[in-house]
């Protein structure tokens, strides 16, 4: 079970990993490109829908991939039933989103990449119940696949509006674009799992007393999602209404890398769930323990270096990715940064605790919501946009105490202070020696960096025999899966 979750992980996250590597060069032109300005336009727009698109399937997804690991015979049911929910809710967020933008009298521009943006929304949304499908059988290698298209398609598509000098409106087609394509790839796929979907007589099967239950049953998980989109991306709202499209755009360059780098800890979150579920399903509380503990000193040991050098480095980061236009963003950076390791460290307790705990972590998340809303609104016309950077790590940071409190009170005691003090150590003397070397190229600082920090682990004897052997069968071949 382990060796398959760790697999999982992996190429979702190396698919990740090459494709983000081509999307992170093709922002560094895009933001020269647009300009604090532009790109503060063109963040609004992908934020704004990106609330309504996080809430489109009403926390449907989690539970439809928790009841499809626990109850695989009702797979079909589940997953036809999905979809029709999906077209139809994702038909009556688009019809909000435009509403309010033109209520709200946005900037007609605006208005009209948000149309094409929504469109996109609603491709998306007819794909969750295929993601379900393929999450719940653990079939993620071409789920990382389909991401790894994804990002090519983005990449391509904002290469060419720099080439042929278009806007906003040209950019907003991305999601769209491969949200068509990630339909018709899925409705190829699926067929593993479900041999004949019937995905167009799904309407006539459509069971409202299913749908009803499920979100019965699943409205905890419906207010999770909408909190957490809101948590996610209301800061670069409030940004912009209070402030302008430059502070806006000023803000986002230093917010990409959090975008950029959340794709690990999303890649676990996503693999961990179903498992972890199944485990507390079968009430196997020791192997919950011991895969928290093995997840959780993999993400620490990512997320300290990441940290300790995005801080020291902040201000070649943004120099590297967005040009000395957007440099006021490096304090940004600095302290935007320590959220993301926060968010690395807690994210296995976090896939249990939306499993198990659904309900503690809506509350957990409802009071960040409050909590960062009343702190942006309060500092920003002090601070200004630094005061959305330090509003994240304190949101992050409350998220993750609740989370291993409840964890700890609730399901089983794991480790954690006996795994912190090493890669703390090895972070620690990275930290000093990037420091020291400061004035040299920053990705000859990153590569020393990662190098230090390497021997540093290998020193502290931080990875055993056992985990370095888990790393090599990330390239065995899966065996075949038996049908009977």
């Known amino acids: 079970m382990t060796e398959r979750v760790s697999k999982n992980i992996f190429w979702l996250t190396f698919s990740r990993a090459i494709a983000l590597a081509l999307l992170f060069l093709a922002y560094t032109q895009l933001f020269r490109y647009l300009g604090p300005f532009g790109s503060g336009q063109y963040q609004f727009v992908l934020s704004y829908v990106l609330i309504f698109s996080t809430i489109v399937d009403f926390g449907v997804q989690q539970f439809i991939t928790k009841k499809m690991a626990e109850d695989p015979e009702n797979t079909k049911k589940y ?22 933008a033109f209520f709200r009298q946005f900037d007609p521009l605006i208005i009209k990449a948000i149309s094409i943006t929504g469109l996109g929304m609603m491709a998306n949304a007819m794909t969750y119940p295929f993601l379900a499908v393929m999450t719940a059988k653990q079939d993620l290698k071409k789920v990382a696949l389909i991401n790894f298209i994804n990002s090519c398609v983005n990449i391509s598509i904002i290469f060419l509006a720099i080439a042929l000098q278009k806007y ?3 950019l907003a087609s991305i999601q769209l674009t491969f949200g068509l394509i990630d339909l018709a790839l899925y409705r190829v796929f699926i067929r593993k799992h479900i041999p004949v979907p019937e995905v167009f007589k799904a309407l006539g099967r459509f069971e409202f007393s299913i749908i009803k239950n499920i979100l019965k049953s699943a409205w905890p998980f419906a207010l999770l999602v909408g909190f957490s989109a809101i948590y996610n991306r209301i800061d670069v709202i409030i940004i912009s209404r209070m402030l302008d499209y430059t502070q806006t755009g000023l803000y986002t360059a230093a917010y990409k890398f959090f ?30 323990k011991l895969t928290l503990e093995k997840y959780l000193k993999l993400m620490i040991a990512i997320a300290l270096p990441v940290a300790v050098g995005g801080t020291l480095l902040s201000k070649q980061l943004i120099l590297l990715i967005a040009g000395p236009e957007f440099l006021p963003a490096a304090p940004v950076l600095a302290i935007l940064i320590w959220s993301v390791a926060i968010l690395f460290i807690y994210i296995p307790m976090n896939s249990l605790i939306i499993s198990q705990l659904t309900k503690f972590a809506v509350m957990i998340t409802a009071v960040n919501v409050a909590v960062n809303i009343a702190g942006n609104i309060i500092l920003l016309p002090i601070i200004g ?46 930290g000093l020696a990037l420091w020291k070397l400061s004035g040299l190229n920053v990705l000859v600082l990153i590569a020393i960096g990662a190098f230090i920090y390497a021997v540093m682990l290998t020193i502290t004897r931080f990875i055993s025999k056992g985990e370095l052997g888990l790393v090599l069968n990330f390239f065995k071949p899966d065996p075949p899966i038996s049908h009977t």
């Open 79 to 100: 997953f036809q039933n999905f979809l029709v929910f999906e077209a139809l809710l994702s038909i009556l967020l688009y019809v909000v989103l435009i509403s309010i």
């Open 259 to 288: 975008d950029i780098l959340n794709f690990f800890p999303a890649s676990v979150s996503h693999v961990l769930f179903p498992v972890l579920a199944a485990l507390m399903a079968k009430q196997l509380i020791s192997d919950v």
């Open 385 to 430: 946009i630094k005061a959305a950077a330090i509003m994240t790590v304190v949101s992050e940071s409350l998220q993750g105490l609740f989370y291993f409190y409840f964890v700890w009170k609730n399901i089983t005691h794991f480790k954690f202070l006996s795994i912190l003090w090493k890669p703390v150590l090895a972070a620690a003397v990275m």
């Open 168 to 170: 906003i409106v040209f």
